[in-house]
């Protein structure tokens, strides 16, 4: 689904990412660690195709970043669900509207799907908030709003930028069953964190790889965590 | 042509959705509606000045067209021959196409109005008329009166509407330049339009990033923004052509001879002139909208 064949990206100055190698397929659930400034964030760009490599070849569902037109890409962005560290929402829209953002830019605001939509909004537990603006909302809710913009299209991959940052222990649970669930359905899900805790919580459930970004490499680590 | 129909028909069946997904900014949507509307008001200006003069045009044009008249006042006895020259001089005249001297019955016609229709016109003094049919090219007045100075003392060429001649290439030239007003104020829309928009993309610079991230095309996004545009510029026009049009109709009503200053006004069909207006300026903010869009999205990564 998403191909990395020898990639390297670097923001101008030296490389921050070198020799990246990685194959995800349908169904993977991973973790992707790595102290705070590693390149996380721009790992994650790079596998939803904001970011071109700088070298090597990024593939996405098949197709070589650097062919693709702006309309690709915005079609590709409608296959992978984002969670966004900052969450990236729109202040002046409702909660609502925020999470159905996706359906209505790609034409898919349909009676059906609104439906759907209330029913997202009740499995993140937000049913009651649907009329808040973002900002009125606790940094857990955000988070659990940018979850269901997500997976809103029902993306075959959702890939989760520290979308535990700043909740609370039992929140970031509840987050985390929310991404298992997915897997569950088929999912591919990759999420971001320095939260070892939350990864070991996660180990017990699902078979998970995890990859760690070290010394501008991102390898995959080993059982001993 | 067929696409460009179809996104001007989905500019007013719009969709709710992406109609609030761009916040109204105040700033962009206010000049906008200034803009257009103020535009709009002075185009009706132009347009009735435009109309106005075209109509003086072509009226003047057809009186030029009718023929002069050339009067010879002498003695009776010397009457009859004075006219035989003045008709040879005529004849000869480059220009002219037919020169006829009036008969007794259509000089008495023309004098019945005043004097009755019993009036011996053989009996009294009266001068001679000459009627002149000129060619479009039209034939030199100054060196007729003077060949007529010489041949026939009594002869007064009265070219009364000859004067009008440059006053219509005048109002010719005002039509034109009334439609040229028209095209510049259609243009200085669309640059102001343009910089609006180009505001509004630059405000909203957050919002098209995260649309792109949503996964909207650029065609979405452009389409968002049009339409506000163009809904504005419609709505600003169509209020200013209205308060334009009241301005003129409040003018001092125009009698028929009421000449140029009074006649500016709407007739028949030029009232169409005035609905055009605002769906041109709907049409201007349409095409600098996209053309603003599609240059600020594709500059993004
Ligand atoms: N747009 C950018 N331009 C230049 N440098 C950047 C940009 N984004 C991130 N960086 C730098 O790249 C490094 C990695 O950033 P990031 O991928 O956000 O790390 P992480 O998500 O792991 O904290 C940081 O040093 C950051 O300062
Ligand atoms: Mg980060």
Redesign the interface.
């Known amino acids: 689904m998403i191909e990395l064949d020898n990639i390297a990206y670097s923001y101008g100055g030296g490389e921050l990412l070198s020799e990246v190698n990685l194959s995800i397929q349908p169904g993977d659930f991973y973790f992707l660690t790595g102290p705070s400034g590693a390149g996380k964030t721009t790992f994650m760009k790079l596998c939803y195709g ?1 970011l071109t490599p700088t070298s090597g070849q990024a593939r996405l569902f098949g197709q070589d970043v650097r062919s693709m037109s ?2 690709d ?6 296959r992978i669900g ?1 969670v ?1 560290q900052d969450c ?3 202040d ?2 409702p909660l609502a ?1 925020n999470v ?3 359906l ?4 898919r ?1 349909d009676l059906e799907n609104v439906s759907n939509l209330k029913e997202l909004l009740g499995w993140v537990g937000l049913k009651e908030r649907a009329k808040a603006l973002p900002p009125e909302l606790s940094g857990g809710e955000r988070q659990r709003a940018a979850l269901a ?1 997500a997976v809103i ?1 029902s993306p075959d991959i959702i890939l989760a930028d520290e979308p535990t940052g700043n909740v609370d222990w039992e929140m970031s649970q509840r987050l985390l069953q929310l991404l298992l669930e997915l897997n569950r359905m088929g999912k591919t899900v990759m999420i971001a964190t320095h939260d070892m805790n939350l990864i070991r919580a996660a180990k017990s459930k699902v078979q998970a790889r995890v990859l760690r970004i070290a010394n501008r490499h991102v390898q995959l680590a080993g059982a001993d965590l | 042509m067929k696409t460009f129909l179809a996104d001007i028909m989905a500019i007013f069946v719009g969709d709710a ?2 109609d ?2 761009v ?1 109204p900014t105040g700033f962009t949507a206010r000049l906008t509606l200034f803009a257009s509307g103020a535009m709009a008001f002075l185009a009706v200006f132009a347009l009735a000045l435009s109309l106005a003069s075209g109509r003086l045009a072509q009226r003047w044009g057809q009186e030029l067209a009718q023929s002069s008249t050339l009067r010879i006042s002498a003695p009776v006895e010397q009457l009859a021959a004075q006219t035989a020259a003045a008709l040879k001089v005529l004849e000869t005249t480059p220009g002219v196409a037919e020169a006829r001297a009036l008969t007794a019955e259509e000089q008495r016609a023309l004098l019945a109005p005043w004097f009755g229709p019993d009036l011996p016109v053989e009996n009294l003094p009266i001068p001679q008329l000459i009627s002149i049919e000129e060619t479009s090219g039209g034939y030199d007045a100054a060196g007729l009166r003077l060949r007529l100075q010489a041949e026939v003392p009594g002869a007064i060429l009265d070219d009364h509407t000859r004067w009008r001649k440059p006053l219509q290439q005048a109002a010719s030239r005002l039509r034109l330049l009334g439609f040229v007003s028209i095209i510049l104020i259609a243009a200085v829309t669309g640059t102001i339009i343009t910089l609006a928009a180009n505001a509004a993309l630059a405000a909203n610079a957050r ?1 098209i ?10 065609s ?1 996004i452009a389409k968002a923004f049009v339409r506000r545009f163009t809904l504005r510029a419609l709505s600003g026009a169509a209020v200013g052509t209205v308060v334009g049009l009241i301005a003129v109709l409040i003018l001092p009503s125009a009698q028929d001879q009421g000449g140029f200053l009074t006649g500016l006004g709407f007739q028949g069909a030029s009232w169409l002139w005035l609905v055009l207006l605002p769906i041109l300026a709907a049409v201007v903010a349409f095409l600098a909208t996209g053309a603003a869009a599609r240059r600020t ?2 500059e993004l ?1």
């Open positions: 904001e702006r309309d890409h915005a079609v590709t962005r409608r984002v966004h990236q929402f729109l002046h829209l509207d159905a953002l996706p209505a830019v790609s034409g605001d913009r299209m | 959705q992406a609030r997904i916040p919002l990033a995260v649309l792109r991230l949503v996964g909207a095309q650029d979405y999205l594709s990564r």
